[in-house]
């Protein structure tokens, strides 16, 4: 036996690689290692560039590293073990109140801040209204500064004076920018940013006033470490902690969703590429199984033959890999770019790391799914060089199946996919993959009875399905379900949100009114009688927290980051009525009809969340409300439509709980288009009223969708290249034999315009099969969307008869691509090969 060193077994086979570059299997394989390489790397930069940037964006909207906050001041231990530790602080002090100019009074947050406000982000201004923004260190003591909707809602100019409270400030700037400003719903008043020392002298914070404290803090991770653990033990019932973890579990949660989704999308591209290296692999191997005789003649090893091609493909896959890595790197700059008004401005490069991990994902596929019938080049016998009907013993079913799988796991674990879903996914994606596999044989079957009556071409073009009824069968799944994928995104990306609106009824609210004074809630409701045909009921609110259930902290009750668990950590809206509002119905219970007598007054809790909270009607429910406790008792739950664009609430209480605080009321009014002007009147006529357009939401809601669709549909097209791969694999794997039958058939006389014809008649079927099951699959899963998960109503999509077409041309084009070898091979040639 001859013994190569590595370093000559490594240079054989490089050589032999460039002496086979340009095999048809080679090039195959090379583009699917480089799809799955690509999509893997992209989605890979992604995900990590996205979790940096959002956890950088986390502490700006925190405007520090850690936030120390409660209803009522730090206790002056606890403020002294920051400083102890060298963290940087500031101080902010966040309450709402009227704010009073010469043309009126309007409802504002404000907030009143010590000269180390913010620790993190930028705090931007600029020196007249709509001007040049710059930043800024925030007012001085005497001044304050005001967003553009303070200034036109009061009618002041830069250099007037307001009051808040007792205290006259002068309004020095336009604020235009505060990276810890809020997201929730009763933000929505104008922001006054004031100076903390004159904070006191305003005489606004009273006892029972509503506030939140916040001592912020920023310094070393291990310094903030070492504070939280010196503090938690000691927090008031009152306070909590926030650090970049919850800004950034709050802020990210819908992306990581979409994250999630984008990478079962890579997973599906990486799949499809590993099933064309399979295929190609196979035919690699079969095309040097009289090579690995001849070596074995020569004196090399079974180990070390086997070596040989191993180490040759081990040159394709760190050259596709590194190629693939390259593509995936630029992919998702051009998908950042794609996405910049969703994401943050500044995102971390992401380092190397994901381009690293998308080559070994490559590496792992081509080892998963090439390793078996690489495996079956050293067990070819010496002897087929003189018995070329001498094959290799083929591989156990253990090792096929087993390097599949192992592969298949490592790459789910690299992508860190949700388990049970993936499981789900894969699990029902083999049943409609055998369901659908089935019909299409049992089709190809059906078509046996036609071949006598058809045409000389179709006869060959459905000759060859039939031979490989599988392969067939197999290729026109994995396009029917790529096909599928592509024309669902198109269907959902305008449709549904169309069709959620046209569902609505024809004057539905499209505006909001909130903080409505009591003063002004029987001239405000005259007024939009004026103004809207059926504007909804003016709702009491509330501002109150759940505490306890059966005398039992609310929060043994709850799952972590569950509905309910988000319910509890916030503030709810609580109301009274007397009717059950008319987007509610009752699923248990009954309403109440009047006085409760001496009876513990009741609640009415929304399904969902007493679902979350595990509440049953009699349930005893504790809220702090006002600095005061109140107990309900849960008569009855309520499933709420949510999509009708009415005032919904969590908590309904029976009358006569709650009147005795002090409300604001909330309601919703339909305006029609050629009334928008009569908007500025009303805001004039009650200053202190918030107006929200609801149209401005769903125009948001559409540039989101859109954004985000358009990350789908870039990451269909690695789909899509993976589909195409299989195609390809799969015409490669007949190939030989089609070389060898074209050779044969021009021998008798067969023109080429024939065996055109004939190929036509055969891609062209497999692609309309293909758009045949993506129009169906389309339909049927559109129509279980609608009805179960969006409960809309379901219309047929007529465009989707086109998918049959574009499969035939897609398919058809590819399939003469892959194939033109087989009629340009010199019948001569081949036969005396033969």
């Not at 179960?788 to 691509?817: C, N, S, T």
């Amino acid at each position: 036996m001859t013994q190569l060193p590595f370093t000559r077994l490594l240079a054989l086979a490089a050589r032999q690689l460039l002496r086979d570059a340009r095999a048809g299997e080679l090039r195959v394989l090379f583009f699917a290692l480089i799809v799955a390489v690509a999509s893997s790397t992209a989605i890979g930069y992604f995900g990590a560039r996205l979790n940096d940037g959002m956890s950088m964006r986390a502490t700006e909207f925190l405007g520090a590293d850690l936030v120390l906050r409660g209803s009522s001041p730090a206790r002056a231990e606890q403020v002294q073990a920051g400083r102890d530790q060298g963290l940087d602080h500031a101080e902010l002090v966040e309450f709402s109140s009227v704010i009073a100019g010469e043309q009126g009074i309007q409802l504002a947050s404000i907030k009143a801040a010590d000269n180390g406000y913010p620790l993190r982000g930028q705090l931007k201004s600029a020196g007249e209204l709509y001007g040049e923004e710059a930043v800024s260190t925030g007012p001085a003591p005497g001044e304050a500064w005001a967003e553009a909707r303070l200034f036109a809602a009061l009618e002041l100019q830069v250099g007037d004076w307001i009051e808040v409270g007792s205290k006259r400030l002068h309004l020095t700037r336009v604020l235009t920018y505060l990276p810890d400003e809020a997201g929730d719903f009763y933000s929505l008043t104008p922001h006054v940013l004031m100076h903390l020392d004159d904070l006191e002298a305003t005489g606004v914070i009273q006892p029972g006033s509503r506030v939140r404290y916040r001592e912020m803090w920023r310094g070393t991770p291990e310094a903030l470490a070492a504070y939280r653990q010196a503090v938690t033990p000691g927090l008031e019932p009152h306070q909590r902690m926030e650090d970049a973890r919850d800004g950034n579990r709050q802020v990210g949660g819908a992306l990581d969703r979409a994250e999630r989704y984008l990478n079962l999308a890579s997973l599906a591209a990486v799949l499809l590429a590993g099933v064309a290296v399979a295929l190609s692999a196979a035919r690699f191997a079969a095309r040097r199984f009289d090579a690995s005789a001849l070596l074995r003649c020569l004196g090399l090893s079974r180990n070390q033959a086997l070596g040989l091609f191993s180490l040759q493909l081990a040159l394709l896959g760190l050259a596709a890999s590194s190629l693939g890595a390259l593509i995936g790197w630029l992919a998702q700059l051009a998908l950042f770019q794609a996405l910049h008004g969703l994401l943050p401005a500044q995102i971390p490069p992401g380092g190397i790391g994901p381009a690293l991990a998308g080559m070994a994902t490559g590496l792992v596929a081509l080892a998963g799914f090439a390793l078996p019938p690489l495996a079956a080049l050293g067990r070819v016998p010496p002897l087929r060089v003189l018995r070329r009907d001498l094959l290799p013993v083929p591989a156990s079913s253990w090792l096929v199946y087993g390097t599949a799988l192992l592969a298949l796991g490592l790459i789910m674990w690299r992508l860190s996919l949700d388990l049970p879903l993936t499981l789900a996914l894969l699990g029902g994606g083999l049943l409609t993959a055998i369901i659908l596999g089935g019909l299409l044989l049992l089709g190809l079957q059906s078509l046996r009875r036609l071949l006598a009556r058809a045409p000389l071409p179709w006869r060959l073009g459905l000759g060859q399905l039939l031979r490989h009824p599988l392969a067939a069968a197999g290729q026109s799944l994995a396009f029917g379900l790529i096909l599928l994928a592509m024309a669902l995104i198109a269907l959902l990306r305008g449709e549904l949100l169309d069709t959620w609106q046209d569902q609505l009824p024809e004057r539905a609210p499209n505006h909001f009114a909130l903080n409505i004074l009591p003063d002004d809630k029987d001239a405000f409701a005259a007024r939009l009688a004026e103004l809207s045909p059926e504007p909804a009921p003016l709702y009491p609110v509330v501002p109150g927290r759940l505490t306890q259930v059966n005398g039992e902290p609310v929060n043994q009750h709850v799952s972590k980051d569950s509905q309910g668990d988000r319910a509890i950590r916030r503030d709810l809206s609580l109301t009274w009525a007397a009717e059950l509002p008319t987007s509610n119905n009752l699923v248990a219970g009954t309403w109440w009809t009047g006085d409760n007598g001496d009876q513990t007054p009741g609640v009415s809790v929304e399904s969902e969340l007493a679902e979350s909270l595990q509440l049953n009607l009699g349930d005893r429910l504790t809220f702090m409300i006002g600095g005061a406790e109140r107990e309900v008792v849960v008569r009855n739950l309520r499933e709420v439509d949510w999509n009708s664009f009415q005032p919904n609430f969590y908590m309904i209480f029976q009358p006569g709980t709650l009147q005795d605080l002090p409300v604001t009321y909330l309601t919703s009014f339909y305006l029609p288009p050629q009334q928008e002007r009569e908007l500025v009147s009303l805001s004039r006529a009650f200053p202190s009223a918030t107006l929200l357009q609801v149209e401005a939401l769903l125009a948001q809601l559409r540039s989101i969708l859109a954004q985000v669709t358009l990350a789908i549909e870039f990451v269909l097209l690695f789909v899509l290249a993976a589909g195409l791969t299989v195609l390809f694999a799969g015409l490669q794997a007949t190939l030989d034999e089609r070389i060898r039958q074209g050779a044969l058939l021009r021998a008798l006389g067969a023109e080429r315009r024939l065996l055109i014809k004939a190929r036509r008649a055969e891609f062209g079927l497999l692609g309309g099969a293909s758009g045949v099951l993506a129009a169906l699959g389309c339909e049927l899963i559109s129509y279980l969307l609608y009805r179960y998960a969006f409960q809309l109503d379901w219309q047929p999509h007529p465009w989707l008869l086109v998918l049959p077409l574009i499969g035939a041309l897609l398919v058809g084009g590819a399939g003469i691509i892959g194939t033109r070898r087989a009629l340009n091979a010199s019948p001569l040639t081949v036969l005396r090969e033969g």
